[in-house]
């Protein structure tokens, strides 16, 4: 979810802007070439039997327009974010829910204090060194 409100190239805004009008525009095309036919001024009826038709298809092309801008405002917002200081997608931060800092349980906090561990034979497994660390060699020349 967040590569697809934040990317990191999004479309220009010239551009979202650009196609958000060809696309409006096409809608309203659309629809008055669907509504015109359906007038009384095209057809032989009158306004009475006529406006179920137009106020159906109006109402499905300002529904079509608000989809289309709300689109268009989410393709806008990584721009929209970009202008406002000390926002950015890294700054958010995630946390699960059963280890946040204010549990008042202390054996569920995982900011508590430190807790003794007990340490039986089955909790500790065997060492991994099969070999003692070499010194460390002197940097410094001899002057």
Do not use: N, Y
């Amino acid at each position: 979810m967040q590569q697809f409100l934040f990317p990191r190239h999004p479309l220009s805004r010239g551009t979202l802007v650009f196609c958000h009008l060809l696309l409006q525009l096409g809608l309203l095309t659309a629809a008055a070439l669907w509504l015109l036919p359906r007038t009384p001024w095209l057809m032989a009826t009158d306004w009475a039997t006529a406006w179920p038709a137009l106020a159906l298809g109006g109402g499905l092309w300002l529904l079509g327009t608000m989809t289309l801008r709300l689109l268009a405002e989410l393709c806008l917002l990584p721009h929209h974010l970009k202008g406002r200081p000390g926002f950015a997608p890294g700054d958010v931060m995630t946390r699960s829910f059963e280890r946040r800092p204010a549990v008042h349980a202390e054996d569920a906090a995982w900011t508590s204090e430190a807790r003794h561990l007990e340490t039986e034979a089955s909790v500790l497994g065997s060492a991994r060194i099969t070999r003692p660390a070499e010194p460390l060699k002197s940097t410094r020349s001899p002057t």
